[in-house]
């Protein structure tokens, strides 16, 4: 995978001063690359790793440029096998991925119960609204629970802790039985998988 100057950079939207219609709206429009579509050849390893916390690190080194990684994420895929790969229409390398590939760093939250709207940000400057084709999900892991937002394909999210305790926040709020949140019509318990 080669960076060009020409290739395109993302800035980070501030979700504070969005409504989340226009937040659905953003997300909505992005125009990722049809990685489902390309079937190239498998060609190793890219020698890039995503660590639990949504570092991101090539040949054993932090990627310190965010655009490089928001770059690199839009080439993101999860094979049927469960291994992760980038993709282009000429090349396929896998990429270690410890947990998630992206992590949701911040939440907006909009109406209320049933009516609720739930926007996520993601780590790479990506924009997630919760619901039906993009589930909020609580698998049991070693730690305790791991809060995961679907971003698309078989591609995930981790729940970051403080986005993780305002979703509890807002399930205690609505005192259902059980604890979970409505968002874009679906509803999504926050208790363990196994629980």
């Known amino acids: 995978m080669r960076y060009s100057p020409d290739m395109p950079m993302r800035t980070l939207p501030d979700l504070t001063g969005l409504s989340l219609g226009e937040i659905a709206r953003l997300a909505e429009s992005a125009q990722l690359p049809p990685v489902?579509?390309?079937?190239?050849?498998?060609?190793?390893?890219?020698?890039?790793?995503?660590?639990?916390?949504?570092?991101?690190?090539?040949?054993?080194?932090?990627?310190?440029?965010?655009?490089?990684?928001?770059?690199?994420?839009?080439?993101?895929?999860?094979?049927?096998?469960?291994?992760?790969?980038?993709?282009?229409?000429?090349?396929?390398?896998?990429?270690?991925?410890?947990?998630?590939?992206?992590?949701?760093?911040e939440m907006t939250s909009d109406g209320s119960g049933r009516d609720r709207r739930l926007?996520?940000?993601?780590?790479?400057?990506?924009?997630?609204?919760?619901?039906?084709?993009?589930?909020?999900?609580?698998?049991?892991?070693e730690d305790g629970p791991v809060p995961l937002l679907r971003v698309r394909g078989e591609l995930d999210a981790l729940i970051a802790r403080p986005v993780y305790y305002e979703l509890a926040e807002l399930a205690i709020a609505d005192g259902g039985d059980p604890a979970g949140v409505w968002s874009d019509g679906a509803f999504f318990p926050i208790t363990g998988g196994d629980r």
């Open 119 to 141: 926007a996520f940000r993601l780590n790479t400057g990506d924009l997630v609204v919760a619901g039906p084709t993009r589930p909020i999900r609580i698998e049991d892991g």
């Open 36 to 105: 489902e579509s390309w079937q190239p050849a498998h060609c190793g390893s890219s020698g890039m790793r995503i660590a639990r916390d949504g570092t991101w690190f090539h040949e054993g080194s932090p990627i310190g440029r965010p655009a490089m990684v928001a770059l690199f994420s839009t080439l993101l895929r999860r094979e049927e096998d469960g291994r992760h790969v980038l993709v282009t229409p000429v090349e396929k390398l896998d990429i270690d991925v410890e947990l998630a590939p992206f992590t949701a760093v």
